[in-house]
């Protein structure tokens, strides 16, 4: 009889513990789990987005190669980045912005010549970004941010960016 009441009792206290609140480190664990789970969702998106910045970062070249034939005097710059254009990608963000978006990695040029490097070096930035693990909220904005400054670097080309102005 005595084993009956235990095990009767041990259901009971179980069922109980059903409808007690949860502890912290429960909660946390709980947020943890939801994270993870929004983390690997974003991973597709990261894909996606590194697929187009490879896009943007061939087509940054070709335009390059179209602005160098009016601005010649920009050959050691751009020259540099179609020549390490493999390598850049392999490096971690402060070391990207420090030797090409900053520019110290880069011969003295006239400023026009800085401009013109941007439109490989911002989509170089969002292809790093893309790739960074975990995929987090803050590398979309400063996604966002690198396309944005792409953007503003594209005044250089007339309306069909087909003829680069100086």
Do not use: W
């Amino acid at each position: 009889m005595k084993i009956f009441v235990s095990i009767a009792l041990s259901q009971l206290f179980a069922s109980c513990a059903f409808f007690r609140p949860l502890s912290p480190a429960h909660e946390f664990s709980k947020q943890l789990k939801q994270i993870e789970f929004t983390l690997a969702e974003a991973r597709p998106l990261a894909g996606k987005i590194e697929a187009q910045a490879q896009d943007l970062y061939q087509q940054g070249f070709l335009l390059q190669e179209i602005y160098l034939k009016k601005a010649p005097e920009c050959a050691a710059v751009l020259t540099i980045l179609k020549e390490k254009q493999n390598e850049i990608l392999t490096l971690g963000l402060e070391e990207l912005e420090r030797a090409y978006h900053e520019g110290e990695g880069l011969p003295e040029a006239p400023e026009h010549c800085y401009h013109a490097k941007e439109l490989t070096v911002h989509p170089a930035t969002v292809i790093v970004l893309a790739r960074q693990t975990p995929f987090l909220p803050e590398h979309i904005d400063q996604m966002r941010l690198e396309l944005s400054e792409l953007e503003s670097h594209l005044y250089m080309f007339d309306e069909d960016q087909a003829n680069p102005t100086l």
